[in-house]
């Protein structure tokens, strides 16, 4: 299978005098080198990708793959800026943006009652041209995980005459993630120009490292009724689930995800 896309995003526009704001309260006095503007270019992406579909062992079995490479121009991503003024969200464009990866993924009838599914990818993706930060070309692409790996089992059986039970447990490993084009670089701050002394950004919480989770669920299925015992991120994995960058502002606001969850899911359909 080979596939060949081109799409794209249309352009817009930011709050009225959100560059005039940034101008005045970052790039003079902080000196941030930012280049926000009030309106914002569509988003081009070109995309080449190769792979197969392929079933075995009697149609048990179901491997799927592929590679890809994609170029993004002028790709939209929301920023935020804190400071005196408030909370300002705008759309920046980062000039160019080359990803690659690879992913396999497979479903596997083991016998009647169990299936396996599962698979992995793996994304490479790397800023090569960004004019409003250029000390962040080079840096990794933001919200693309490194690998992402995942492995689930289902044994399914009948429990009565009019009942089915069906057990379900999955495993999710999610790699390191940037949320934001500037890493490692060093940005100066508000701080700085309020205190009368340099005060760089502390990014170092803009980046997830890699975590797991396992889920599990087990249902007693009827025509009419059905009961569901669950359990979210089993074991108990402290990660972050949101992470919003403000480097300007000195750091990142974060919001840790939620510990071991367990509900139980009552459904009846009239």
Do not use: C
């Not at 988003?43 to 170029?71: M, P, Q, W």
């Not at 698979?119 to 490194?146: C, F, M, Q, S």
């Not at 084009?181 to 950004?201: K, M």
């Amino acid at each position: 299978m080979l596939l060949t896309v081109l799409a794209f995003r249309s352009g817009g526009f930011n709050s009225s005098g959100s560059a005039a704001l940034i101008n005045s309260q970052l790039n003079i006095p902080v000196s941030a080198g930012l280049g926000v503007s009030d309106s914002f270019n569509k988003e081009v992406s070109k995309s080449f990708e190769v792979g197969f579909k392929g079933r075995y062992l009697d149609g048990r079995l179901a491997i799927n793959g592929a590679i890809f490479e994609t170029e993004v121009d002028d790709n939209q991503f929301f920023e935020f800026f804190a400071g005196p003024w408030g909370l300002l969200r705008v759309v920046t464009s980062i000039d160019q943006l080359d990803i690659s990866g690879s992913e396999l993924d497979f479903k596997y009838a083991l016998t009647d009652s169990i299936r396996l599914d599962g698979g992995i990818g793996y994304t490479d993706g790397e800023i090569k041209k960004n004019a409003h930060r250029p000390n962040t070309v080079g840096n990794n692409a933001p919200l693309a995980p490194e690998h992402t790996y995942n492995l689930g089992m289902q044994y399914e059986t009948a429990f009565s005459a009019n009942y089915d039970l069906v057990v379900r447990v999955d495993y999710m490993e999610v790699g390191e993630t940037w949320f934001h084009t500037v890493q490692n670089n060093q940005q100066p701050s508000v701080w700085g120009a309020l205190l009368g002394f340099p005060v760089a950004s502390d990014m170092s919480k803009s980046v997830r490292d890699p975590y797991t989770l396992v889920d599990l669920r087990a249902s007693i299925v009827g025509e009419k009724l059905s009961l569901t015992l669950w359990g979210r991120n089993i074991n108990d994995e402290e990660y972050l689930a949101e992470v919003i960058p403000a480097p300007e502002f000195g750091g990142s606001f974060i919001h840790q995800a939620p510990y071991a969850t367990y509900g139980l899911d009552l459904k009846y359909n009239f």
